[in-house]
């Protein structure tokens, strides 16, 4: 008989107190790399906190759907909050990064310089992913072709593509492999295209403060009434995000600013933000849900480090990996509990039981992520650097 616990949020503080223990250990062999000159506010810290937030609520899902057989079956708001938290900030930090860049550039870009940053540090890692799935499909699925050669290349490349995920060789729900989360993909690319309309605006404007309105009122005219973009796949109300990081971002060079905002006092008022946040809301989207995560975000993208806690380099470490951690941490679920220990959830008789699992699995998910970063991710953003040094050009981190 299957026994089903509810997932206690106290399993998350435990399974980051457990990875943060092996991280700890991992940096007497990997040392973050710190380049203040390079880094604005305190995003790194911040980054691996919201991949385990999406890890965690995953994690539950994965659970739920092997007692009920239903994908994204997550009754706990807590959980579904904890990953919407996380999408929604990793938005705004790329609002916020590349906001800068045009707004203190006054409109003048190097695009190549960053559309070469951008492919050589988001496609790499996806593909090796895709290629990952598409081995796990003819492994599990059987090593034959179940339809027109022509259909299953056109699968693929719609994969390689991250607009479309359809099923692979007729594999039932090829996605759940992913966890779906290659979804965000489509909107960071749709805002990088967005890129040069945006600083040509700011470059041909009277008056610089026009655009960042008129931003602003679109924005917020497509989140009151959001609506779908055919054919790929968006909605408007997800926008929203990247306005937040542009408003942090416009004030970033002021230094006055930035000294206030990075007061202890201010510390106090994010973390309590975000306490409100888990206690108000449920699942339906509410405009003051924005301006408590702008509440939350603005101090630490102006270098607030809630008390120090985003500068320990134990979390620098896990913000470096934070990608992996989002793009990977779905097939090890998959691998973990769909192929080698299929029975774990349904065998277990204790809650500690499922979390000790959690924390486990957490653990595989840094671990593989340490090393797809290091052998992946990392190599191909310094072969972009490359290509970019060799043209003769200045390379800025954007990342």
């Avoid at 399993?11 to 710190?34: D, H, K």
């Avoid at 790329?94 to 003048?108: A, D, E, M, S, V």
């Avoid at 805002?191 to 008129?214: E, V």
């Avoid at 924005?290 to 270098?303: D, E, H, M, N, R």
Wanted: with cysteine; glycine share 6%.
């Amino acid at each position: 008989m299957k026994t089903q616990f509810q997932i206690s949020p106290l399993a998350t503080l435990f399974s980051i107190l457990t990875c943060s223990l092996v991280i700890y250990f991992l940096l007497f062999f990997r040392r973050p790399v710190e380049d203040k000159t390079r880094r604005l506010g305190c995003l790194d810290g911040l980054r691996g906190f919201l991949a385990m937030g999406v890890f965690f609520r995953h994690y539950v899902v994965c659970y739920y759907s092997h007692l009920n057989g239903k994908w994204d079956t997550c009754p706990s708001i807590f959980y579904y909050l904890i990953a919407k938290v996380g999408v929604a900030l990793f938005f705004t930090i790329t609002g916020f990064l590349f906001w800068y860049k045009i707004w203190t550039g006054q409109g003048k870009v190097n695009w190549f310089n960053l559309y070469i940053s951008r492919i050589f540090r988001i496609i790499p890692l996806y593909w090796f992913a895709t290629i990952v799935i598409i081995f796990i499909v003819f492994v599990i699925g059987g090593a034959t072709i179940k339809e027109p050669l022509i259909n299953l290349l056109s699968e693929i490349l719609r994969w390689l593509s991250f607009l479309w995920i359809p099923d692979i060789n007729k594999f039932y729900d090829t996605g759940r492999i992913l966890a779906y989360v290659q979804w965000t993909l489509k909107y960071e690319w749709l805002f990088y295209t967005s890129l040069p309309l945006l600083a040509l605006g700011i470059r041909f404007s009277k008056g610089r403060s026009l655009i960042p309105w008129l931003m602003a009122a679109i924005v917020i005219l497509g989140t009151v009434k959001p609506f779908d973009i055919p054919i790929i796949g968006i909605n408007t109300k997800f926008f929203i995000y990247f306005l937040i990081g542009a408003v942090a971002a416009s004030n970033y060079n002021n230094v006055r600013l930035r000294n206030l905002a990075q007061q202890k006092i201010f510390s106090l008022i994010a973390v309590l933000s975000m306490v409100l946040f888990f206690i108000i809301y449920k699942i339906d989207d509410q405009p003051s849900q924005y301006l408590l995560l702008a509440v939350f975000f603005i101090p630490i993208a102006l270098g607030n480090s809630l008390f120090g806690l985003l500068k320990m380099p134990i979390f620098i470490l896990l913000g470096e990996i934070s990608y992996s951690i989002y793009l990977l941490h779905g097939i090890v679920l998959y691998l973990v509990f769909t192929i080698f220990i299929p029975s774990f959830f349904t065998l277990q008789t204790s809650q500690f039981g499922v979390y000790l699992g959690m924390a486990l699995t957490g653990i595989i998910v840094v671990c593989v992520s340490l090393l797809t970063y290091s052998l992946l991710e990392k190599p191909f953003m310094d072969l972009g650097k490359s290509i970019v040094k060799n043209r003769g050009k200045t390379y800025v981190r954007t990342i």
